[in-house]
């Protein structure tokens, strides 16, 4: 039996495989900068993931009091670690790069990550549920909304930097169709959830 290394067990071969950028390696610089974009959104995904299994166990009921508060407070710390991502991303990604490999997203959109359609669902359900027989204080619920809320306004701001009064995707107007959502409810984000919360759903140029 071979012994689990560092490596093995976080599949690291397999991981740093998975970012492939579209620019030409001969533009290395702007290759890297793209490469930087995959990685940051990879990992929202990735935290998202977990974001999502912790609200799953809540809505089925498989939580005492003491776990349930872990479970929200876990869920609420890790959307507060997707705003800081976007944060990083304001400040390590050059606006000049992003404006010069934008174009190779393609048909690529934020509306079509699953994940985030989930979660603004998922919160919707827990929220206004009322079920006598989970251990609620609506404290934890109000402090995960708020991280919802700082996480799409700052990515509003990521997108009015990064693009300004470009058009965004889906024939939207891009930040000011953001900003028209951003006061918006659960349900009404839900369906348009990757406009609001993926930063990629907006910085993808109109064909």
Not at 160 to 170: F, N, S
Not at 173 to 193: P, V, Y
Request: aromatic share 6%; proline share 3%.
């Amino acid at each position: 039996m071979t012994a689990t290394t560092y490596a093995t067990y976080l599949h690291l071969d397999e991981l740093l495989s998975l970012q492939r950028p579209l620019t030409p390696v001969e533009q290395q610089d702007l290759s890297d900068s793209e490469r930087l974009f995959i990685v940051v959104h990879q990992a929202s995904e990735t935290l998202l993931s977990q974001v999502l299994v912790d609200l799953r166990h809540i809505e089925a009921n498989r939580c005492g009091q003491r776990c349930f508060a872990h479970r929200v407070e876990r869920a609420t710390w890790l959307i507060d670690g997707l705003e800081g991502q976007l944060t990083l991303l304001r400040h390590a990604l050059r606006q000049e790069d992003f404006l010069r490999f934008r174009e190779r997203l393609g048909s690529a959109s934020g509306l079509q990550s699953e994940q985030f359609r989930q979660l603004f669902a998922l919160i919707e359900r827990l929220t206004t549920a009322d079920d006598v027989h989970r251990p609620v204080n609506p404290r934890h619920f109000d402090r995960l909304s708020g991280a919802v809320r700082r996480w799409r306004q700052t990515h509003l701001e990521l997108v009015e930097y990064m693009i300004g009064d470009q058009p965004g995707t889906g024939d939207t107007s891009g930040i000011r169709f953001l900003r028209s959502r951003l006061n918006g409810s659960s349900r009404e984000q839900d369906e348009t959830a990757a406009h609001a919360t993926a930063t990629v759903a907006e910085l993808r140029p109109r064909s």
